[in-house]
């Protein structure tokens, strides 16, 4: 894990729904086919409704068309991100996007999971509401040890909470490599 | 020392402990994993990247397989998928795996003729206890959100991703956070113009979609023990749409009785909670004072009352899913339909192949039909619905060729359990949650119905869906 991450953010509302971060219609791609893999990041954040994607504007799209990546590394989020499925192919979407992070308030449980245990992303939960202040496209950089986001366009500083038990985790890079290291794997 | 619940009896046996408390992290051994079609190729993608191309999982009899999500459709991927599933359950020589045989490379997949005579069974958490893999005071994992439909039967599941489900494929364990738990007690018999769907509707909507996140949702009451299993599969069932890491009920006579009879093992163990057990919450309710209920799109706790929402015209009904889709749903719905014309295009999608042949075999009062008698099926085709093969179906959209997804921006009234933007289908399709009860009322009127209208005695259901 990288302790501090840089990049442009893109803002979303509350209970960002795994349909939205990768509707159901894409899940049939495998995840561990590279050829096929790749796709997810084509249609990474496609479900969300046009008036929310990419607050406060809306209208913004996450990838461009016909692209793999997104110029947006960071996503800010509102309450409840993740909810709904427990498709693990919405952080690894996000991730093949080109997400390192996420802000958000709270996060549904199986995906600041599957976050975690798959090493996809960082699901970071801020002390305040991001979702009003942050705007897309805003360069921010994200000092994870330090316990703080800086919003380098608008000149602010949020505080971010701690991760918890979960860093030796995040730290190995995931569930396989965290047991591996602790001797529970071979 | 404070007593336990059931959720944290469950944890400490299975991590080897005399206690454990909300918030400790926990390993423990799993009794039950379970994967689909849509999940199962990138678990075992993992598994093999991880633990080696020969590695064989922790126990080919704890690895249950129910293709269910995208299984009639013409989309050569998901045919792939069930193929590697399929090569999976040889390589390992899996027990027990349900295949969609009519599944070939090419094509759109003919149905089984004979619902009673086929490998296939359907959506996952509908099999998993007809085919015995439920049993209480177990660990069940499921690369699937409404794993916690099985918590109706006294036992922990819940959903976990594709890493968490090839670790455990690997090892037979896995970690979690002890859930705090929550109780919802419910008090007085069940009115008829309800169902459990009534119930979890009012849940949600008072503690919202990210009420119980992290939490067990315990339900309690001589109003639960008043319910049907299938009904209790229903509230458990929507445990993760407040955010619930688990759902879970007592084990009575009711469980004990389909557990013997279907049950893979003979043997399981009965926890019940200690007096002292320490919750989070306690919400109650009468069910007497319940009114039929509806969430609005787009959240699960956008709720009203279904007589709040009259003026709402809609397009389509659907019924259906792990959620609306089983045997005593079907019947409350043809009990409404029966004899009356449905107004708007209705989609019925059985649960299971096993809910498809009840509906062939039974009456509409739950027992085998004698000759003169109309099935439940027939009762529902005559009302004008029209019936697909078991499985997911549009519940969660799936490709565009499947059978009832809204493929345009209408509003359906659905059993099913989700109506975030999209999930059947189309983006800015509206989609109302509601009973079974309720969706066959809307079906007659083509706006939304309080099924009150309709009601007028007690719907028996009998022994369906039991033996
Ligand atoms: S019926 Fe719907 S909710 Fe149930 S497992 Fe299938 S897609 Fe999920």
């Known amino acids: 894990m990288q302790s501090v991450i840089k990049g442009k953010a893109y803002v979303l509302g509350d209970n960002i729904d795994t349909d939205q971060i990768i509707p159901a219609q894409y899940l049939a791609y495998n995840p561990s086919d590279p050829a096929e893999r790749k796709y997810f990041g084509m249609y990474a954040n496609s479900g969300v409704p046009d008036a929310q994607a990419g607050l406060p504007k809306g209208n913004i799209p996450f990838v461009a068309k016909d692209q793999f990546h997104s110029q947006y590394s960071i996503i800010v989020g509102g309450k409840n991100f993740g909810c709904g499925s427990s498709r693990e192919h919405a952080p690894l979407a996000l991730a093949e996007a080109g997400v390192q992070c996420v802000l958000a308030e709270f996060y549904a449980r199986i995906f600041f999971r599957n976050s975690v245990n798959g090493g996809y992303l960082v699901p970071i939960e801020t002390a305040q509401r991001l979702v009003d202040k942050v705007q897309t496209g805003d360069e921010l950089e994200v000092r994870i040890d330090e316990g703080h986001v800086l919003n380098l366009t608008r000149n602010e500083r949020y505080d971010i909470r701690p991760l918890g038990d979960v860093v030796p985790i995040i730290k190995a890079g995931g569930v396989f490599a965290y047991a591996r290291a602790q001797g529970m794997l071979k | ?467």
């Open chain 2, 1 to 467: 020392m404070p007593g336990m619940t059931i959720t944290e009896k469950i944890l400490a046996k299975h991590s080897g402990k005399d206690r454990v408390t909300p918030g400790e992290n926990v390993w423990v051994d799993v009794d039950v994993l379970m994967t689909h079609d849509v999940c199962g190729p990138g678990t075992i993608g993992i598994f093999h990247e991880n633990f080696g191309r020969d590695a064989k999982v922790w126990d080919r009899d704890r690895v249950v397989i129910i293709p269910d999500h995208y299984i009639f459709t013409a989309d050569e991927k998901c045919h792939r998928n069930v193929q590697i599933l399929r090569d999976f359950v040889k390589e390992q020589n899996l027990r027990y795996y349900y295949d969609p045989a009519f599944v070939k490379a090419t094509g759109m997949p003919s149905p089984y003729l004979d619902p009673a005579n086929t490998s296939y069974k359907g959506v996952c958490h509908k099999a998993l206890p007809e085919e015995g893999h439920v049993r209480p005071g177990e660990i069940l994992l499921g690369t699937d959100s409404h794993t916690c439909t099985a918590g109706a039967f006294g036992q922990f599941a819940t959903g976990v991703g594709n890493t968490d489900a090839a670790f455990t494929l690997g090892t037979g364990k896995t970690w979690l956070k002890v859930p705090a738990t929550m109780k919802f007690i419910f008090h007085g018999e069940i009115p008829a113009y309800l169902t459990a769907k009534d119930l979890i509707l009012a849940v949600i909507g008072k503690i919202g979609v990210d009420g119980a996140t992290y939490r067990t949702m315990y339900f309690a009451g001589d109003g639960i023990n008043s319910l049907t299993l299938e009904d209790r599969m229903t509230l458990t069932n929507m445990a993760i749409e407040a955010g619930g890491k688990n759902g879970i009920c007592d084990v009575d006579e009711k469980t004990l009785q389909y557990v013997r009879k279907r049950s893979t093992r003979p043997q399981w163990e009965v926890y019940r909670e200690d007096k002292d057990a320490q919750y989070h919450s306690v919400y109650e309710w009468d069910l007497a004072t319940l009114k039929p209920m509806v969430a609005k799109p787009n959240s699960p706790d956008n709720t009203d009352t279904a007589e709040n929402c009259r003026e709402m015209k809609l397009d389509q009904a659907y019924i259906g899913s792990c959620t609306g889709g089983k045997i005593t749903d079907m019947i409350f719905a043809a009990s409404i339909l029966k004899g009356n014309k449905v107004k708007i295009p209705t989609y019925i999608v059985p649960g299971s192949t096993e809910v498809h042949s009840d509906m062939r075999r039974l009456n509409l009062r739950g027992v085998p039909k004698d000759k003169n008698e109309k099935s439940i099926e027939e009762v529902l085709r005559d009302a004008g619905c029209i019936l697909g093969p078991s499985g997911c179906a549009a519940c969660l959209g799936g490709p565009k060729d499947t059978f009832g997804r809204l493929n345009e921006p209408i509003n359906c009234i659905s059993t099913t359990n989700r109506n975030f933007p999209g999930r059947m289908g189309h983006k800015k399709a509206g989609v109302f949650l509601a009973s079974p009860l309720t969706v066959a009322a809307s079906a007659l009127t083509g706006y939304v119905t309080d099924p009150r209208d309709f009601v007028t005695q007690r719907i028996e259901t009998g022994m369906a869906g039991v033996l």
